[in-house]
């Protein structure tokens, strides 16, 4: 059975902190990895990730993907009141994709 | 350009009663897709297609059925309505997944609210 899980499945920090969030995956057909950022409504796209060890970046967000060990990871750097959301992860196996639990975090002022 | 569509926004069901949350995209994506999210429990696949006339089981099928019969449209049917059946639906719609990434990158409907009482 494919699985997508995700660690911590919530976080509170204060602004200013880092947080690293992770997602491990055992699937058939893996062809990508993508992170989704959720706030009270539709998921909306931040990161596709296909090759292992290659960074990518946007703004405070960076993410990279460990095909070997089967696991991503999303950092988010000096964090603001406005990162605060439900991080889904998830894994496109070819026609599908499915979800990680999600990760909730709260950034305190 | 409105993207994905969906209705009804809001729904509140009776145990037993049937009825179809309507999704249909202006994009012209061959992948459409149907998850339900639970508080704490992230997105479940519940049908998915590949084209016009071709459906197929995700995570969590059972208690609905689905069809498309447009590239268009993608509508999902609840039959008989139970409390467990409590949720968010989100339709979603990307595009050809082909080459050597295979990506979907999804883009979302906002979401429709059912509550079966």
């Known amino acids: 059975e494919d699985k997508v899980v995700q660690s911590p499945l919530s976080l509170v920090v204060h602004e200013g902190d880092t947080v690293t969030l992770n997602c491990s995956y055992e699937v058939t057909n893996f062809r990508s990895l993508l992170w989704y950022k959720q706030e009270k409504k539709a998921p909306t796209f931040l990161f596709m990730l296909?090759?292992?060890?290659i960074e990518k970046k946007s703004g405070r967000l960076s993410s990279i993907l460990d095909k070997k060990e089967l696991f991503s990871i999303l950092n988010i750097t000096a964090t603001q009141t406005g990162d605060s959301a439900i991080y889904l992860c998830a894994v496109g196996l070819g026609g599908k994709l499915i979800f990680g639990q999600g990760t909730e975090l709260s950034v305190k002022p | 350009n409105a993207g994905v569509t969906q209705t009804p926004k809001f729904r509140i069901l009776k145990i037993g009663q049937s009825m179809t949350l309507q999704c249909a995209q202006d994009m012209n994506h061959n992948y459409m897709y149907w998850y339900r999210q639970d508080p704490g429990m992230g997105l479940k696949l519940i049908y998915y297609s590949v084209g016009a006339g071709i459906t197929d089981k995700g995570e969590v099928p059972n208690g609905y059925n689905v069809s498309r019969s447009t590239t268009e449209d993608f509508p999902l049917r609840l039959e008989l309505a139970a409390p467990s059946q409590t949720s968010v639906y989100f339709c979603a719609s990307s595009e050809l997944a082909g080459g050597p990434l295979g990506a979907n990158v999804l883009t979302f409907g906002a979401g429709s609210r059912l509550t079966v009482l």
């Open positions: 296909t090759s292992s060890g």
